[in-house]
């Protein structure tokens, strides 16, 4: 510290232009930074579920579609019916939409003349009732239109935009949008799908960031001031965070690392996180000023007095966040590296730059930061009565906690659900809900049987699973080669509806594909490989919790198994598949990546503290903190997601920091006094102090982030300023009772001892 | 005088030859509609019955193997049969052109059922290949001139061949290009590269005819490939058994003769 003292104060010019001129160089690049927000992103790229899902995704295409729903009192009437062809086309020349489907385009394999054609099911848009009456019964007698392509109550239809799978669908979603809100009125519009709601996830998280940074930074600078009631006692703090912040944004985009979902609070929790070290630092000078140092040895006292405790509050918060990167999910480990990086430049800005911009300044004319206020002296004056005289009552309240919560924990559940990520009442949710209930289902999962189609068996095998499929509740319209078929030989047979069966010979399936081959190319290579191997059976799902929908896959799982046995290769992917796996990675994860942060943080402070016994009363209030989340989240039916899973490693990291500073201050104080009781107390009174502003600035930023717009973001700001509240608690309260404790044990033992 | 008997026979004989050497030079630089003539001509027959294999090989490298025989009578009767693979044997599309208009039908021996197809389907793949109905007319020989109005563009040498080069714009709608660029060779008047323009201009389709024979006075090309340059994939028709000019009768450009393999 020493040494660090002397090459801030020898080269304090030198360090402001370098960290101005680095910060100019990241500014420029952070302005460059990607928002993703796709499921897909939240995975390992060699994820086996990810492979698999791009392996269909190339061979069929048409997993990302965008599902516009018009509802209106009448679809099938001339004016409408004109809409969706002008939209359909719209929307068709947009580039990186490589279909468009809907009822003025959907073909049809009909027979004519006593032959077949595929033709578009309508060719020309009626202009009188009779036509429409014509088209509705037509309709009526086609089940592969009812409640795919249009609600039997003729009320609602879908316009299905096909996007490709690239980099960025958001941009293309932006254009069918806009494009589509051209058309509203008085028919209303919906818009959904996965590509959508990933397009809308990221306009929110674009707003989100708008908006948080006013406020964390506006909260910060009321809270500053009320510690320093000075201009510098402000602006420099604001600056080291927002220096950590640039550099931190910055460094991800020059990695090419992207702002997710999760990282879209990255700088709010590195401004509310950063502040607390700079205070320390800030408010040392100000009291080494007060005691009637000048500048210049204010400043290097600064430095080593604070300097370590400072360097050890942050390195724990660094392992805190580190600890995160154990998680599998690649958003999270990104998020992992972003926070603990953050955390280091705020750390060093704090310790370096920090104190090379105090010599450049002249001395303060007041410096309040020091003196003492009556309310809180007042406050610690019955934290400290609480120990000493209600330290059973505490320990009660403790079991009784860690009963309440461990009841609880059983019932914990994840869900990841990617609807969970929009509010009740917002657009994308309305419409999802919309398209649920009319169409059964915005979300395509998708069956690859392999096998030789032109094996009977084979092809019989997907009709009964098909048809079965049908039952299954919240999985809806199968679509396969089995459904071209069934229209094939109907139009084959005079369009009698009962002809709507399947081939049964080889010889008859392979003569059917080659007159689909023939009629439609494209429509055949959406369902079938080109070397017949490969058939896709394609369904829609509604959305649900991630739980049901585990359940719901397991379902399709077994009725895969009944139909196909071992005999052949069957294998299912989709969106809802990818989201399984996100659930249980999140799951996978938050058991790695608590276990490590406490295993971690008990070896730290054992390692610092020089004791595993002192390392493990540090440890314990954290552990306690931990619980407690936990049962709080099983009591208020809060599950494990994307955000709430990273709450446990962040208390630790953060959170440990009081306890660390009481107990040290407590090992120094009875260093210098016998009395271990007394010891304590100047421990609670000191840094007591210290820790309440540090608690309240975090506590401060992390409450900003309720006003979220994404759910799971919300509980996660609520909740980790709920745990850094009982974690500051627990070093203040619950620590000092433990210490009391083992103190009245061992006086105890000793009276005894001299009794005996 | 004399002088001047002389200088009249010169310049006679001067003109004589110019006007020799003018129409000689006029010969040589033949219209675009010419040319097609002369390709039209060179690959005219009455009727002809090929064995070709088709093999479609899509943008992966998959492929997939067929042999099939074409039967075409006059400019107006065609008939298309599945040899191989087995599973589609005696699958057979017959197409017929009455009144002006293009008549399609096929034949699917395992429902035993004659269908009418769409006439539509005429700019539609035929038999699931990279070439259109239309384009597999051309394979054949027929007339370039009913379908396209062409230009000569230039000289321009294929592999070692000095070719003409050939601008044609379709002249009916059922043609979904918007321009076709051809290389004759000089020597012989055969077609030997073909490029093809979707309506936005871009390249679609090129096809190559290599290989020239000749067959009953006929030159044939023994492999004729199309390569769709959009889609990656393409289609190589090779020639098994050529006849030109044969007896066909009528009765099996019928779809009862369909029925019967």
């Known amino acids: ?756 | 005088m004399r002088k001047t008997k002389t200088f009249i026979s010169v310049l006679i004989l001067s003109i004589l030859l110019l006007t020799v050497f003018f129409s000689v030079s006029v010969m040589a630089k033949m219209t675009g509609e010419e040319v097609l003539d002369k390709v039209d001509e060179e690959m005219d027959s009455d009727s002809r019955d090929f064995i070709l294999d088709m093999t479609i090989v899509n943008k992966n490298g998959q492929k997939r193997d067929r042999k099939i025989t074409i039967k075409t009578k006059g400019e107006n009767k065609g008939l298309v049969k599945f040899l191989e693979p087995g599973d589609v044997k005696n699958t057979a599309l017959l197409t017929r052109e009455e009144n002006g208009e293009e008549n399609m039908w096929l034949y699917l021996p395992s429902i035993g059922n004659v269908n009418k197809i769409a006439s539509h389907s005429k700019s539609g793949n035929f038999m699931g290949t990279d070439f259109t109905y239309n384009d597999i007319d051309m394979v054949g020989g027929s007339n370039y001139k009913k379908d396209y109005e062409s230009e000569l563009i230039g000289e321009e040498k294929i592999n070692g061949d000095l070719c003409y080069k050939l601008s044609a714009v379709p002249t009916k709608d059922s043609i979904n290009y918007s321009e076709m660029k051809m290389w004759v060779r000089k020597d012989d008047f055969m077609p030997l590269k073909l490029k093809f323009y979707d309506k936005d201009g871009k390249l679609h389709k090129i096809m190559t005819n290599k290989n020239y024979r000749n067959i009953d006075s006929h030159l044939t090309p023994e492999t004729i490939i199309m390569k769709d340059e959009q889609k990656g994939s393409k289609t190589i028709l090779e020639l098994e058994e050529v006849q030109y000019n044969i007896e066909l009768a009528n009765r099996i450009f019928t779809t009862r003769y369909l029925t019967r393999n």
């Not at chain 1, 952070?30 to 579920?49: H, S, T």
């Not at chain 1, 249980?584 to 020089?610: C, E, H």
């Open chain 1, 1 to 756: 510290m020493d040494k660090l003292a002397k090459f801030v104060k020898k080269y304090s010019t030198f360090i402001i232009i370098f960290v101005l001129l680095i910060t100019v160089v990241m500014g420029y690049f952070a302005l460059q930074i990607n928002i993703e927000a796709g499921i897909k992103d939240m995975l390992p790229e060699n994820n086996k579920v990810v492979t698999k899902y791009d392996e269909v995704q190339d061979t069929f295409g048409g997993m990302a579609f965008a599902a516009i729903m018009i509802e209106d009192e009448e679809i099938i009437d001339t004016s409408t019916l004109k809409k969706i062809e002008r939209m359909s086309s719209e929307l068709k020349n947009i580039e990186g939409v490589k279909e468009v489907k809907s009822l003025t385009n959907i073909d049809k394999i009909e027979s004519s003349a006593g032959g077949i054609e595929v033709n578009q099911f309508i060719k020309e848009i009626p202009n009188n009732k009779e036509e429409v009456q014509k088209i509705k019964d037509e309709l009526l007698s086609r089940d592969q239109y009812l409640g795919k392509i249009v609600t039997k109550d003729f009320k609602s239809t879908m316009v299905l935009a096909e996007i490709e799978d690239r980099d960025k669908p958001e941009k293309i979603v932006n254009k069918i949008q806009k494009s589509v809100k051209n058309y509203k009125g008085p028919e209303k519009i919906y818009i959904t799908g996965s590509p959508v709601m990933v397009a809308d996830a990221t306009d929110y998280m674009k707003n989100d960031l708008k908006k948080l940074l006013p406020f964390v930074i506006a909260a910060m600078v009321v809270i500053l001031y009320l510690s320093f009631r000075s201009l510098r006692g402000v602006l420099l703090p604001i600056s080291t965070v927002l220096i950590s912040v640039i550099w931190t944004v910055g460094l991800q985009a020059i990695i090419g690392k992207p702002l997710s979902l999760v990282s879209t609070v990255l700088p709010v929790l590195l401004i509310s996180v950063g502040t607390a070290y700079v205070i320390h630092i800030v408010a040392r000078y100000y009291e080494e000023l007060k005691n009637g140092y000048d500048v210049e040895l204010a400043i290097e006292n600064s430095i080593k007095k604070v300097g370590l405790s400072v360097i050890m509050a942050g390195g724990t918060t660094m392992i805190g966040f580190a600890s995160l990167f154990f998680s599998d999910l690649v958003i999270i480990k990104d998020f992992a590296l972003g926070t603990a990086f953050g955390v280091g430049v705020a750390l060093l800005t704090s310790i370096i730059f920090i104190p090379a911009v105090l010599y450049k300044l002249k001395t303060p004319k007041h410096f309040k930061a020091a003196e003492k206020r009556a309310f809180s002296t007042n406050f610690f004056k019955g934290i400290n009565k609480i120990v000493r005289y209600r330290r059973k009552g505490i320990i009660i309240i403790v079991l009784l906690i860690i009963a309440l919560a461990s009841w609880v924990l059983p019932k914990l559940e994840p869900n990841t659900n990617y609807i969970g990520y929009f509010k009740k009442n917002s657009p994308t949710r309305i419409a999802t809900e919309k398209v649920d209930n009319a169409f059964g289902g915005s979300q395509s999962l998708n069956v690859v049987v392999n096998g030789n189609i032109k094996n009977p068996d084979l092809l019989k095998r997907m009709r009964d699973f098909q048809d079965e499929i049908e039952n299954v509740k919240a999985v809806n319209n199968p679509m396969s080669l089995v459904t071209l078929f069934r229209q094939e030989n109907r139009a084959l047979n005079n369009d009698k509806p009962e002809e709507e069966i399947i081939p049964t010979t080889q010889n008859q399936i392979a003569q059917y594909l080659l007159l689909l081959e023939m009629s439609d190319k494209e429509l055949l290579e959406s369902y079938l490989t080109f070397d017949y191997n490969k058939s896709l059976i394609q369904m829609n799902m509604k959305t649900m919790s991630s739980v049901k929908q585990k359940e719901k896959v397991a379902e399709i799982r077994s009725l895969i198994d009944k139909h196909f046995g071992d005999k052949y290769k069957v294998e299912l992917t989709g969106i809802p598949e990818l989201g399984n796996e996100v659930t249980d990675l999140v799951v996978s994860g938050q058991i790695k990546s608590l276990i490590s942060a406490i295993l971690f943080t008990f070896v730290i402070t054992s390692l610092l503290l020089k004791s595993m016994k002192k390392g493990f009363f540090c440890a314990l209030p954290i552990a306690l903190t931990v619980l407690i989340n936990f049962g709080l989240m099983g009591w208020l039916g809060i599950s494990l997601d994307i955000a709430t899973v990273m709450i446990a490693s962040i208390a630790v990291g953060i959170g440990v920091d009081y306890s660390i500073h009481i107990f040290t201050r407590y090992l120094e104080e009875k260093e210098k006094q016998e009395n271990e009781v007394l010891s304590l107390e100047k421990a609670i009174f000191t840094v007591g102090r210290a820790n309440l502003y540090n608690a309240i600035a975090v506590i401060a930023g992390f409450s900003i982030i309720l006003l979220s717009s994404f759910p799971p973001l919300k509980t996660f700001g609520g909740l980790t300023a709920i745990t850094m509240v009982i974690s500051f608690v627990g070093a203040l309260i619950i620590l000092p009772s433990l210490i009391m404790s083992t103190i009245k044990i061992k006086n105890g033992n000793l009276n005894k001892n001299n009794k005996n």
